[in-house]
């Protein structure tokens, strides 16, 4: 898609107002621009120092797998605690447009084809009981969180996605999901076919967790925010985590972090990838009012949500691999795109936010293989993670706990399924092998910096050095080592979030290098060029 210089020069100008914004407010996701969510008050947990030598469990990672894995352990009598580096929902559950659905990313003809029917089947059922214990929570602690069932809509605009959808119809029945076929998407788009999935739903993600957080806390649960989990060792049976502030000693250690730290096989079992956000005010009133999903490739995806009155039109897409694309591009995309079929009366909110995409489709969920004991993991959520986040407080709480579980085996992080993941193995990590030697060797054209644009970031060379040089919008400049300190790929610069975003496996860093999104666990270097 064609772009023309208005178009760039009113999104830089729009994006830099929003870093302006971001500036004079207090950060709390890991991307400077805002969500709907965070506009909503917010319930601060204090951070005070552990008060017991030790805890059965401690959860590093402050989303909706952390919190409700912590609250399921300490409801059955156990001593957790909960460590966040930034504040609750810091990370993708501040970054979601929280669609609960019981058909997902993988659709249910790829876990037919790859791991069968039976499977397709425990997928199916899985998402049902997610969808059952977040309702259950909102009902047991009376959570305001705009919890609603909606009907979830999945269309065609073409023969080849009308052949698809057929498949995805038919193996979604015969998994037991309840759908049927329908004359309507839920939306004012011109389409082929469509189907239509029941008891879809959709809530207020902040809300949720925040009133999750607080009721752990109520029945003696431990929440340390700001605090970086910097080391973990292992010995004598326990855990010792230590942080920057103090240490930690656990018998279990639950990474609800996307992906583990350090270099190890998640880090190519799982691939980084950040998806767009616009939220709409219609000159009509005419908000769509169920969830809604189109088959393009990256699809778009739809829903509404009421903020203190005001309805909004979310609508998601455009998605692309972390380190790649071009943000600017994906906003304008989408704006373009929703402006033919919607009367728009302005943009309110835009946003993007990560995901990891499994190699085989399903979530890694369970014990962290080659590692040490009662180490446990949840990762590869796809565009799914509410669902399947909850999901995981389910099946880790049950694995530590010594209860059967009947999704546990399936969603295995140790599984082996070489046919299943193999091309998607290759596909997703040839472009990494890329970046490994490109990045590092190919030198970036000497660039005077005063050229740079402010809130602009660029790897230039200086006296033979490739830096890493931002400048800020007083014109001050800050230069840092490109290097990913994970596992030495050099970052590029994203616009629209001012980060600098590693190409390889995802991992984020701010404007000055602190890490904002893992799996690095230190810093970039700050590089002295006066």
């Known amino acids: ?81 909960l460590a966040e580096k930034n504040t609750l929902g810091f990370g993708t559950t501040g970054g ?13 003809p790829q876990i ?18 997610s969808l059952n214990m977040i309702k259950q929570f909102v009902d047991e602690y009376g959570i305001n969180c705009d ?57 207020h993600p902040l809300h949720y967790i925040n009133a999750l957080a607080d009721e752990f806390i109520r029945i003696g649960g431990v929440i340390v925010e700001h605090t ?56 009509n009133e005419d908000y769509p009012q169920a969830l809604s999903y189109d088959m393009l490739d990256a699809y778009h995806y739809f829903r509404t949500h009421v903020i203190d009155g005001k309805p909004y039109l979310l609508i998601g ?20 795109y929703a402006k033919r079929y919607f009367d728009i009366v302005s943009i309110d909110y835009r946003w993007s936010a990560q995901y990891y995409v499994p190699i085989d489709g399903l979530p890694y969920i369970g014990l962290l293989p080659h590692s040490n004991p009662n180490t446990f993991l949840a990762t590869g959520f796809n565009g799914n993670g509410m669902v399947f986040g909850t999901l995981s407080s389910k099946i880790i709480s049950d694995l530590i706990l010594q209860k059967k579980n009947s999704y546990a085996l399936l969603f295995d992080p140790g599984r082996i399924k070489p046919i299943a993941g193999f091309a998607s193995l290759v596909a997703e990590n040839a472009d990494v092998a890329w970046h490994f030697i490109a990045d590092r060797f190919s030198k ?28 800020n919008e007083k014109g001050e400049i800050t230069a840092l080592n490109p290097r990913c300190t994970h596992a030495g790929c050099t970052v590029k610069f994203n616009d629209v979030e001012q980060s600098w975003d590693c190409p390889c496996h995802g991992g984020r860093y701010d404007i000055t290098g602190k890490v904002l999104t893992g799996p690095p666990l230190k810093d970039l270097e700050s590089i002295n060029i006066s």
């Open 444 to 471: 970036t054209a000497t660039s005077a910096i005063s050229e740079l644009r402010p809130c602009q970031g660029k790897l230039i060379e200086v006296h033979g050095r490739q830096l890493a040089i931002y400048k």
């Open 96 to 108: 979601t447009t929280a669609h609960l659905n019981t058909f997902f990313d993988a659709t249910y």
């Open 317 to 336: 897409g455009e998605d692309h691999k972390t380190g790649h694309g071009n943000p600017q591009h994906s906003f304008l995309s989408l704006e373009q």
């Open 112 to 129: 037919e084809r790859d791991f069968g029917e039976e499977a397709a089947k425990l997928v199916a059922q899985s998402g049902v009981e």
């Open 1 to 81: 898609m064609l772009f023309s210089d208005q178009d760039m020069f009113r999104t830089i100008d729009l994006l830099n107002g929003i870093y302006m914004k971001a500036m004079n407010r207090y950060t709390n996701r890991d991307s400077i621009t805002e969500s709907l969510w965070q506009s909503a008050t917010m319930t601060h947990h204090r951070t005070i120092l552990p008060t017991k030598k030790y805890y059965d469990t401690l959860i590093i990672g402050g989303g909706i797998t952390g919190i409700t894995t912590a609250l399921l352990l300490q409801k059955s009598g156990q001593a957790c605690i």
């Open 228 to 283: 970086f989990i910097k080391k973990t060792d292992y010995g004598a049976g326990m855990h010792s985590v230590q942080s920057e502030k103090f240490t930690i000693v656990a018998s279990n250690l639950v990474y609800a972090t996307h992906i583990p730290p350090g270099i190890n096989t998640f880090s190519v079992k799982c691939a980084p990838y950040r998806s767009y956000v616009l939220g709409l005010s219609l000159a």
């Open 147 to 203: 919890f609603e069932y909606k009907d979830g809509y999945l269309f065609s605009q073409n023969e080849d996605e009308s052949k698809a959808l057929m498949e995805i119809f038919e193996a979604s029945k015969k998994a037991g999901v309840a759908v049927s076929e329908t004359d309507e998407n839920g939306l004012p788009i011109p389409f082929e076919k469509a189907i239509k999935f029941k008891q879809q739903a959709q809530f």
